[in-house]
């Protein structure tokens, strides 16, 4: 690793209407390394990147590039793209319908003499490039038939293709499994080795401490300094990017919490969506929470969307509270206490263009019908309400949603669950592209729920989160339920049961 | 550094644009009205003559019923589907048409006394504006539950909506010379009838929206249907709704422009109205891309639209030459409003203020 510095950002500040988003940060990247930005959600850390790429025109502060530290300044990211700094984010922003190769090489295909589009070579060096990364797809298939894993790495190849000494990934990994995201650390690591500087933002500290060399860690738009990986041990990045010292995450739940009552609020017999989800039987007691553990693409998220008829059941039987119901889509669920936060936020969680209010008040409204409008001051009480309970961090109620951070986001949706007070509460990944001290207030409001006698299905691709909450694991693999784990709950024993075969 | 803000907090609020638009057509005509030796506020001088209200302010709120009334269907349309409704003008037209054939009977050119008419006035109104409002199930149905996209969908009673008005009058105009039918297009007291009716209209849809949820829905399904569906809110029967009431209201503006002539007259009602109620639309700063929106944009457009053309007519320009300079008064009220132009301007303000502050720190 050289210490030639590439990129150098020197006091950038950005304000949002009544946030100060970045207060004089620094940052600094040097050629070939892998370097961590660090913070909570609202640390200023997108904010950061965006300057950089020329989303944001950043209000004050200079950034130098190249080994001649030449000013440079963005205005957008096609600019920010010739000056050698690509990105690839969390959500994949390439179009859905085309090919892999013409996603691949969009805006700058290769040209006949003729000026037409040259198919033969796209193809040609769209294989070739595939080949040299290792992955292993058939380019003329559209984007939208691979899962999201592939088109992550899609992305990232066509942000390596296009001759960057700068590669920004903001959470490439939310969305990979685990197998999935080794293989990314390997095209990171020979990214690096030929000299590219990386800036890796994530949520995962593992994978911080596997990958990276520096972190650099941001807090309430602040600098908090910048730090050789050795040099900076877990427990002090987390107390550097919380602001304290980091309180117990084993000691959430306790031995009452163990007890549940008999009562039964789920019995599902058979339940199954074609080609999604295989027949399945689960029982939810009162005051429970399940988790759903598997791989990615084992099911959990369609067995959930199953019961709640985001995904309307094929076959199949299910008691709700001992009463057979038929649910034909979720408004239907929602009249029996049901709620889903759904995976992806994006798609299917947040309203971007409406208020935080109007986003809490939506499912509460739905459920009272389209006639009898929730008059506004009982609105501003509500939305008050949860903004307190959740710490949701907002300028003003009237806020688009969008403009929140995704930490923020993902509360809002929570809070536009319990606005109405459900019996029976889907939660699929909710900690996902979330801060450790948010993961640990929504796990903390898991185990709060179930205490007053709320049901829950919690879904999450981190094993020691699923231990910390749930009473108990159902374990899926291929679309099918494989089994269930209610005693001796450790990671080693739910590994093996999703591993398949020894267990009896 | 006061006027400063005022300004700038004035021209945030969402309705600048578009009332900016009007202020524009306004002033213009007094200019030409100052210039022509005229009394320089003679545009807005209202008289009553013969009972009723007179003047050119007067005439632009009366002629720009129609759009204003398609403009509020319109509006629901594009923000719940992100797409437009290109059938109102036709079905407008066979609004009028089944209703004057319901009032005359099948085959029946004139109706001249109350005798001869085969039913009250009233049923044959109501008949034609449900008619509008079937033809907006039917624009919904093909959108919301077939999925079929906005235009080419309602593409189908754009080109069929005046030949089912044909069939209907054996191909022929159908006069109804009665007074009683004769007032939706006239005076109602001193009042134009079809601003009382579009006043009526604009009111109903505001109670609507201040009573139900409906504008939450409908900007919910047109931002992220998907989303909305999770949190219980059916999409396609909003975006069903939405077409129905822009239907209905297209039948209500049907039968205010069959009343001006009398008679029904399939191929020249609401001609190229549903262009404008489009047009009025974007012209109130909403997104024809769905999503938020803004009723009362919609239909200070709609006015602005009547009011360039009354103000071209004024000025003396030829009637086949008005959409041009129509055309260039509408690209520059767009323009004007676009992202990029406002980008520029933002950014203009940002560089002023960054040289401001520095000056400010350097003394």
Not at chain 1, 192 to 212: A, K, M, N, P, W
Not at chain 1, 219 to 233: F, H, K, Q, S, W
Not at chain 1, 297 to 309: D, F, P, Q, V
Not at chain 2, 44 to 71: P, V
């Amino acid at each position: 690793m050289s210490n030639q510095v590439i990129l150098s950002m020197r006091g950038i500040s950005m304000t949002f209407p009544g946030v100060k988003a970045l207060d004089r940060v620094d940052f600094t990247l040097r050629e070939g390394e892998i370097h961590a930005l660090m913070g909570e959600n609202g640390a200023g850390k997108s904010t950061l990147i965006k300057c950089l790429t020329g989303v944001y025109d950043n209000e004050q502060g200079e950034i130098y590039m190249g080994p001649e530290q030449k000013l440079i300044k963005n205005h957008s990211t096609l600019e920010a793209q010739s000056n050698g700094i690509s990105t690839v984010y969390q959500e994949v922003n390439l179009c859905p319908n085309l090919s892999v190769a013409e996603n691949l090489f969009i805006g700058r295909e290769p040209m006949t003499k003729l000026h037409t589009i040259d198919r033969r070579a796209m193809l040609k060096k769209a294989r070739e490039l595939m080949k040299k990364l290792d992955i292993n797809v058939d380019v003329t298939r559209t984007l939208n038939s691979f899962s999201i894993a592939v088109q992550q790495m899609i992305a990232i190849a066509r942000a390596v293709d296009m001759e960057c000494k700068v590669l920004i990934l903001d959470e490439p990994t939310s969305s990979l499994d685990d197998k999935e995201v080794e293989k990314l650390f390997g095209m990171m690591r020979s990214l690096r080795d030929q000299g590219i500087g990386i800036i890796f933002v994530t949520h995962f500290l593992e994978q911080v401490y596997s990958v990276c060399d520096r972190i650099t860690v941001l807090r309430n738009g602040t600098l908090v300094g910048e730090y050789e990986i050795a040099d900076l041990p877990r427990l002090k990045l987390v107390a550097a990017m919380m602001g304290k010292d980091f309180d117990d995450l084993a000691s959430i739940r306790s031995k009452e919490d163990e007890q549940v009552s008999d009562e039964l609020i789920i019995e599902a017999r058979g339940l199954s969506h074609a080609r999604k989800i295989k027949p399945f039987d689960l029982d939810i007691h009162k005051g429970e929470v399940i988790g759903l553990t598997g791989l990615l693409g084992s099911g959990r998220s369609e067995l959930a969307r199953t019961i709640y008829g985001a995904d309307k059941a094929q076959t199949g039987e299910l008691k709700v509270k001992g009463q057979t119901v038929k649910i034909n889509a979720p408004i239907d669920a929602m009249r029996l206490g049901m709620g889903l936060l759904p995976d992806d936020r994006k798609a299917e969680g947040i309203v971007e263009d409406l208020s935080v209010r109007e986003n809490i008040m939506l499912a509460m409204q739905s459920l009272k019908g389209i006639r009898a409008r929730i008059p506004m001051e009982k609105q501003m009480e509500i939305t008050r309400k949860y903004i307190d309970l959740l710490e949701i961090k907002t300028p003003s109620t009237e806020t688009l949603v969008k403009q929140l951070s995704g930490g923020n986001q993902q509360k809002v949706i929570i809070a536009r669950w319990l606005a109405t007070d459900p019996d029976f509460l889907i939660l699929d990944e909710p900690t996902r592209g979330i801060d450790v001290g948010t993961k640990t207030e929504i796990q903390k409001l898991v185990v709060d729920l179930a205490r007053q006698g709320k049901s829950v299905i919690f879904i999450s691709s981190e094993i020691e989160e699923m231990l910390r909450t749930c009473n108990r694991l159902a374990v899926l693999r291929d679309g099918a339920k494989v089994g269930e784990l209610s005693e001796n709950l450790t990671q080693e024993s739910v590994m093996r049961t999703i591993a398949g075969g020894e267990r009896n | 550094m006061k006027t400063d803000n005022w300004f700038r907090r004035l021209t945030k609020q969402p309705l600048f644009l578009p009332l900016f638009s009007v202020f524009l057509v306004l002033v213009i005509n007094v200019v030409y009205d100052t210039v022509q030796g005229n009394p320089p506020l003679g545009f807005f001088s209202i008289t009553i003559t013969e009972g009723a209200l007179y003047g050119r302010i007067i005439d632009i709120l009366n002629r720009g019923s129609e759009a204003a009334i398609l403009a509020i269907g319109m509006t629901l349309v594009v923000s719940s589907s992100a797409g437009t409704d290109i059938s109102v003008g036709s079905v407008m037209s066979l609004a009028g048409s089944f209703c004057c054939m319901l009032l005359a009977g099948f085959g029946v050119t004139h109706v001249r006394t109350a005798d001869a008419l085969q039913m009250p006035i009233f049923v044959g109104v109501i008949a034609g504006i449900l008619l509008a409002g079937v033809c907006g199930v039917f624009n919904g149905f093909l959108v919301a539950r077939m999925k079929i996209q906005p235009m080419v969908a309602t593409l189908i009673l754009f080109t069929a909506g005046r030949a089912i008005g044909l069939l209907l009058t054996n191909s022929k105009m159908v006069y109804i010379l009665l007074d009683e039918f004769k007032v939706f297009g006239k005076t109602l007291g001193i009042f134009p009838t079809p601003t009382v009716i579009a006043a009526v209209c604009i009111l109903v849809m505001t109670i609507v929206l201040r009573t139900t949820s409906l504008g939450m829905y409908v900007q919910s399904v047109g931002i992220n249907s998907r989303a909305s569906r999770i949190a219980g809110i059916n999409s396609a029967a909003i975006i069903m709704l939405c077409y129905t009431i822009c239907g209905l209201y297209a039948g209500v503006a049907g039968i205010i422009a069959t009343s001006r002539i009398y008679s029904a007259d399939s191929n020249n009602i609401g001609l190229n109205l549903e262009l404008d109620a489009i047009l009025a639309v974007a012209l109130g700063g909403n997104s024809l891309g769905g999503g938020r929106f803004n009723l009362a944009g919609s239909i200070i457009g709609a006015y602005t639209i009547q009011a360039i053309t009354t103000t071209m007519f004024s000025l003396g320009v030829a009637k086949a030459e008005a959409p041009v300079y129509k055309a260039i008064i509408v690209i520059l009220i767009v323009v004007v409003q676009s992202g990029p132009v406002k980008a520029y301007f933002a950014h203009k303000r940002a560089q002023k203020a960054s040289r401001v502050a520095v000056q400010g720190g350097a003394g």
